[in-house]
């Protein structure tokens, strides 16, 4: 009897409708994920872009300015380099003797003990 009593219940349209509308529910829980995964796919390629733009722009600053800093370096540079040419030229003497005491210290220095 109980038997009976379940497949008339399992048969009867409501439990046939209550079924289809689960079913109906979970199509649409579904598509309603699946759409906001594929928003949350765009958005994430948007961001992509975005970073590999932004990144592109800061890249170009610091190599700008790596320029600047080498320009830098070579300017001081050339300006050293002439002020000891012109310490050189004024003070012949001085320079040939702190040329010989550098030559000294070097060679002990690299030479080592003996």
Same mark, same amino acid.
């Given at each position: 009897?109980?038997?009976?009593?379940?497949?008339?219940?399992?048969? /009867?349209?409501?439990?046939? /409708? *209550?079924?289809? %509308?689960?079913?109906?529910?979970? $199509?649409?829980?579904? +598509?309603?994920?699946?759409?906001? %995964?594929?928003?949350?796919?765009?958005? *994430? +390629?948007?961001? /992509? $872009? #975005?970073?590999?733009?932004?990144?592109?722009? =800061?890249?170009?600053?610091?190599?700008?300015?790596?320029?600047?800093?080498?320009?830098?370096?070579?300017?001081?540079?050339?300006?050293?380099?002439?002020?000891?040419?012109?310490?050189?030229?004024? #003070?012949?003497? =001085?320079?040939? *003797?702190? *040329?010989?005491?550098?030559?000294?210290?070097?060679?002990?220095?690299?030479?080592?003990? $003996?």
């Amino acid at each position: 009897m109980a038997k009976e009593m379940m497949k008339d219940i399992n048969g /009867s349209d409501a439990v046939k /409708s *209550a079924k289809g %509308a689960d079913v109906s529910v979970l $199509r649409d829980d579904l +598509k309603t994920l699946k759409d906001d %995964a594929q928003v949350v796919l765009d958005d *994430a +390629k948007i961001l /992509s $872009r #975005n970073l590999k733009s932004e990144g592109r722009k =800061q890249l170009s600053v610091a190599e700008e300015r790596a320029k600047e800093a080498l320009e830098d370096a070579k300017v001081k540079g050339r300006d050293q380099m002439e002020a000891m040419a012109k310490f050189v030229q004024n #003070n012949p003497g =001085q320079s040939i *003797a702190i *040329a010989f005491v550098g030559g000294i210290i070097a060679s002990m220095l690299l030479g080592g003990r $003996r």
